[in-house]
């Protein structure tokens, strides 16, 4: 395996593990709007989590 893309695999996890939280925690979407996001950020790998970050997160309160 070569340096490079076994760096983009661990940066790749560790965005999808960061994702998989924030929707966990997340308290605008259900069980199966929360399932369905996990979903879309398993299969669109970064884009999926860059999808959730923009549209998913809804109004993040300070």
Same mark, same amino acid.
């Given at each position: ?11 790749? =996890? ?7 939280? +924030? %929707?966990?925690? /997340? ?5 199966? &709007?929360?399932? =369905?996001?996990?979903?879309?950020a398993?299969?669109? +790998? %970064?884009?999926? /989590?860059?999808?959730?970050?923009i549209? &998913? ?6």
């Amino acid at each position: 395996m070569e340096p490079i893309s076994f760096s983009f695999g661990i940066v790749g =996890l560790i965005v999808f593990i960061i994702t998989v939280v +924030s %929707i966990a925690k /997340s308290t605008n979407h259900g069980v199966v &709007g929360k399932f =369905l996001w996990i979903l879309v950020a398993f299969f669109l +790998s %970064i884009f999926g /989590s860059i999808l959730w970050l923009i549209f &998913g997160r809804g109004k993040v309160r300070k």
